[in-house]
């Protein structure tokens, strides 16, 4: 059975910087692309990254500057980093794999929390 289990958020200072990682087991599909998603308290989710399974990277623009995602194939694991933390970056981020038919796999998330 799949399980994506994200970590690495926390609260953190404006300006300052995280890593999330988001660890696959189980999963037969490690190579298919892997997103990461946000949902900020009373918004709706909102897409952040992808990478695709040739190692091609989408950042949505208005984070593209400050967000990055890559991957360790050799350790089933995603991760996302953030750099220049806004108070408005505050979320709930979860990873969710792409499967062969389009949907996704999610997380269960790893809250992000940016204030001084």
């Known amino acids: 059975q799949v399980q994506l289990v994200e970590s690495g958020g926390g609260l953190v200072q404006p300006g300052g910087s995280l890593r999330l990682a988001c660890v696959a087991s189980?999963?037969?599909?490690?190579?298919?692309?892997m997103n990461w998603f946000r949902q900020a308290p009373g918004k709706q989710r909102e897409f952040v990254a992808r990478?695709?399974?040739?190692?091609?990277?989408n950042v949505t623009d208005s984070l593209k500057d400050r967000f990055t995602i890559s991957r360790d194939t050799s350790r089933n694991t995603w991760y996302l980093q953030m750099d220049g933390l806004k108070p408005e970056d505050t979320a709930i981020y979860y990873c969710?794999?792409?499967?062969?038919?389009?949907?996704?796999?999610w997380g269960r998330g790893t809250q992000v929390t940016v204030s001084s």
């Open positions: 969710a794999l792409t499967l062969p038919n389009n949907s996704y796999y």
């Open positions: 189980g999963s037969p599909f490690r190579f298919n692309p």
């Open positions: 990478i695709t399974s040739g190692g091609s990277t």
